[in-house]
């Protein structure tokens, strides 16, 4: 089996893959301050709960937008899955030509939701990552990965106003019935869903326009699925779409003969 990990600034997406099927995925809140035996033991806890053998795990490959998780998690996957992990970074084979100014600077995470997007739904194609930032990736009908666009999340844009603000709350994410408000959660619940769908539309608009073709939208991320079913434009979602972009970026980069 091979173990993917795609590490972001809120939570760490983690899955389990026999051959080409996902067949567990968890997700833990990041932070910093964890040692390596603390994620190690939330591995083995889950591992374990799940009936799966450590032995059963042939491999690992991990992208990080927290750059001091990934020593932490190389360690994981060394002391506790007998593993070195594959780490997405410039250089790795991904099968794109990446057609932005500084490829370095272009987040991992990003690269696996495009190599997966393309390879499952075509091309042009559009991934939306609800996740910290709401980032949407554009490839060409030639299979180019263009660049995008990032916009904050929308986590936290409602918790800003609940934070930067006296009286204002924090609010659950639930789509109002309508778009005037009649007390503040509504109002807020109006200003930040109905706002987010407008964003959405408006980029997908112009991006759609650039690209001079309809692409496939597709989205991933927490959010996903809620504004997959608002969101006529969006064509598929796909939560887990970046840790299947992991497992086809391992599969180009470790040959057969050195997988156990």
């Known amino acids: 089996?091979?173990?993917?990990?795609?590490?972001?600034?809120?939570?760490?997406?983690?899955?389990?893959?026999?051959?080409?099927?996902?067949?567990?995925?968890?997700?833990?809140?990041?932070?910093?301050?964890?040692?390596?035996?603390?994620?190690?033991?939330?591995?083995?806890?889950?591992?374990?709960?799940n009936g799966v053998?450590?032995?059963?795990?042939?491999g690992a490959v991990l992208c990080s937008v927290v750059p001091p998780l990934i020593p932490v998690f190389e360690d994981v996957c060394s002391k506790y899955l007998a593993t070195q992990p594959v780490v997405v970074a410039p250089g790795i084979k991904t099968g794109l030509r990446l057609l932005v100014d500084n490829p370095r600077e272009l987040g991992p995470d990003r690269v696996a939701n495009v190599v997966a997007g393309t390879r499952l739904y075509g091309k042009p194609l559009v991934v939306i990552d609800f996740g910290t930032a709401t980032t949407f990736d554009v490839v060409?009908?030639?299979?180019?990965?263009?660049?995008?666009?990032?916009?904050?999340?929308?986590?936290?844009a409602s918790e800003a106003l609940f934070s930067r603000t006296a009286v204002l709350p924090r609010i659950e994410l639930l789509r109002p019935r309508q778009a005037i408000g009649r007390g503040t959660v509504s109002a807020m619940q109006s200003g930040i869903i109905f706002g987010y769908i407008g964003l959405i539309e408006k980029i997908l608009k112009e991006i759609t326009a650039e690209l001079q073709a309809k692409p496939v939208v597709v989205a991933t991320g927490g959010y996903a699925d809620?504004?997959?079913?608002?969101?006529?434009?969006?064509?598929?979602?796909?939560?887990?779409?970046?840790?299947?972009?992991?497992?086809?970026?391992?599969?180009?980069?470790?040959?057969d003969h050195e997988r156990e």
């Open 53 to 58: 053998p450590m032995s059963s795990i042939h």
């Open 226 to 255: 809620k504004f997959a079913e608002q969101v006529p434009e969006i064509d598929v979602s796909n939560p887990d779409l970046s840790l299947t972009g992991l497992r086809m970026i391992y599969d180009m980069n470790v040959p």
């Open 140 to 156: 060409s009908a030639e299979g180019d990965f263009l660049g995008g666009a990032i916009a904050p999340g929308i986590t936290i």
């Open 1 to 49: 089996m091979l173990f993917t990990i795609d590490i972001g600034n809120t939570s760490i997406n983690m899955g389990l893959f026999e051959g080409e099927r996902l067949v567990n995925a968890w997700r833990l809140m990041s932070g910093i301050d964890r040692s390596s035996d603390e994620y190690g033991s939330l591995v083995y806890s889950l591992l374990q709960h």
